[in-house]
């Protein structure tokens, strides 16, 4: 599994909070206190509290195409509200250098979004999420939910859990992530 | 000889090299248009370095011709060598000579050098300044190699097999350089690696090498799209010369531990669908390939036909 990606903050709910990580810098957000250390990342709360969830990952050897896999990962994040609408998303370089990806990749994920009206590129500020920018359209966002249920579900086969294990496993996760997180 | 092409940065027309009896590489074509990162792969003794020689100026291929912007890399080299930088696969300067001496000697042979910028990489990697090239590690040498080449503000860069011997995080500084230095300058990037996963993050295009013949030639994106490995339940009436399975049209097939597994390079979803209801291939499936396991097939001792 890939430890690359984009972290922000699962409480997310106004412009003002976002921070973005990788395996190496987390990157503040303006009116932010500095963040001292980030070595759990993904594995549980961070120092300072900060309980950080991955949301943004890419796997080179997909067969999906990488710009793919951002632009579909970015759209889903603004859609479901988990990067909030207004605020700034990492440079092309500073989220290629993160990926370590080419740029040219990014860049490309990124003008397809602004694009389709999802961020917004503001004249020496950078990017940000457009302030208008679209929902998951209804059968975009039941078809995402069903296919992450599939592949949870699969992977709870798997492992021989009961279907109730299965099931409290997801209630303890929904729990963990926070009740802004979605919605009860 | 083609016309100037401003579309291309370098251009192999049926380039051949043959030393002796034996030859390296055998009418070998592909050009690589500007501002891409393109990936010359292949296993070792695949013509990979002989190609380099020749668009380096180092050697006159027997047959074609390697051109850099336009220009014939034989005839041209002095005046290329000014636009290219170079990271070859083992660095090489006198042994004596400090990284700080080499970085003062180098800025003179360019026609524009970015002092600053290599200083400020050279610390970045930690490289020392005063340390004769002969006692720098392995990694410190290829950085040091690496901060030069940047330094002449190439239009082209020329990496051959940069991360080979690297350590994972000498490996991870090579990268992010090489993205910084895509998105500030958009070089071009000519690059032979057996890290095909940092490859696989990095290359727009793709060229594979197999006995000096240029097997694959595409889009990164492309070639990924048409391989799939298709696996399925072993049964009683084996699916090997079914219609369906000449639609798949395998590359390799291939007993498994649970079934059996094909690797298709032209994958289409009719053709897998039809294979899919055959009689005989029960719970077939098909998955991508990653980079490495596309290499593999077309590479390995079984490997095929691309």
Redesign the interface.
Known sequence: MSNRGIWVHPELDNGDLVYYCTDTVMHRAPGWPPVKSRETIGRGPMQGGFAMKRRLTVDPADAVPIWRQIEEGLRRLVASGALARGVPVPSVRELARDLRINPATVAKAYQRLTEAGVLAVRRGEGTFVAADAPALASGERRRTLREGAERYASLALTLGAAKQEALGAVTTAWDGLGEKGGRS | MSSHDGQKALHFDHVSVRYGKTTAAEAVSFAVPK?S?FALLGRNGAGKSSLIRCLLGQRRPQEGAATIFGEDAWSNRARLMARLGVVPEEPDAPPDMTARQLAAFCSRLYPSWDGKGVETRLRRFAVPGDVPFARLSKGQKGQLALALALGSLPELLVLDDPTLGLDVVAR?AL??EL??E???RGTTVLLTSHDL??V?????RVGILKEGRLLVDEPL?DL??R??RVSFGQSDVTPHGSDAMKALDPLALKQASWGMEAVVSGFSEEAFARFAEAPGASDAEAS?????EIFIALCGEEGGRP
């Not at chain 2, 696989?200 to 727009?204: H, L, S, T, V």
């Open positions: 501002g990162v991870k990268f992010e993205v910084d895509l998105a500030e996963a940092g696989e993050a990095m290359a727009d994106d990924k799209a391989f799939r991508p390939l990653s980079l490495e």
